[in-house]
């Protein structure tokens, strides 16, 4: 897998830092608060593992599986296609929702606009990449990790055509890992 990479961005100690230091701050904005964390699926995957095991209260946890890529592709399809939904009831909670990474803004802000109508008391979104220079739609998260360019980044979660999600730290693949796949 090393040999695939041509650039770490952030390394396992500076995330492990800043993740630490998010659940610092939510801790103290949560807290004597109902919390209910959703997580998007599958690039969230770790971020919200390692996010909700610093949080020093009971929180709930759901997901909502999405899919915004089609096959070993760097561009993203369109649509936001929502593959299984929350199956809890967040009438009287705080949402938190979770995602890997803001980039064009069109999952969270659909995945925000479906959890609003079931009248949460609070909706935030917490991102652990913040991609501002490719956002289409008007949506900043209200908590955020690291501030990054237009590049598409792999590891700590973050896929290309499936693989990767379980590199310890976030990099850019060589130029060859994609034209080897043919799509992109
Ligand atoms: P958006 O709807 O904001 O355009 O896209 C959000 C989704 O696209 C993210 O949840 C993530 O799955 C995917 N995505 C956007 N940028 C990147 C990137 O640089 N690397 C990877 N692996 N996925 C990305
Ligand atoms: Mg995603």
């Given at each position: 897998m090393k040999n695939d990479i041509r650039e770490v961005l952030f390394s396992t100690v500076e995330i492990k830092n800043r993740v630490s230091g998010l659940a610092q701050k939510l801790a103290d904005d949560y807290v004597h608060k109902n919390l209910t964390i959703i997580g998007i699926l599958n690039g969230s995957l770790i971020f919200l593992s390692d996010l909700i095991r610093e949080i020093p209260f009971a929180v709930k946890i759901d997901t909502i599986k999405a899919s915004t890529y089609v096959?070993?592709?760097?561009?993203?399809?369109?649509k936001t296609e929502i593959i299984h939904s929350i199956n809890?009831?967040?009438?009287d909670e705080h949402v938190l929702i979770v995602d890997d990474i803001l980039d064009t803004g069109k999952t969270l802000s659909e995945i925000v606009q479906m959890i609003t109508k079931y009248s949460p008391l609070s909706i935030k979104v917490c991102v652990?990449?913040?991609?501002?220079?490719?956002?289409?739609?008007?949506i900043a998260p209200d908590y955020c990790c690291f501030e990054i360019e237009d590049k598409f980044v792999v590891g700590y979660g973050l896929d290309f055509d499936n693989r990767y999600?379980?590199?310890p730290y976030i990099a850019v693949l060589r130029e060859g890992i994609f034209t080897a796949s043919k799509i992109i």
């Open positions: 096959g070993a592709s760097t561009f993203p399809k369109g809890i009831n967040v009438k652990l990449l913040n991609k501002m220079a490719r956002r289409e739609i008007a999600r379980n590199l």
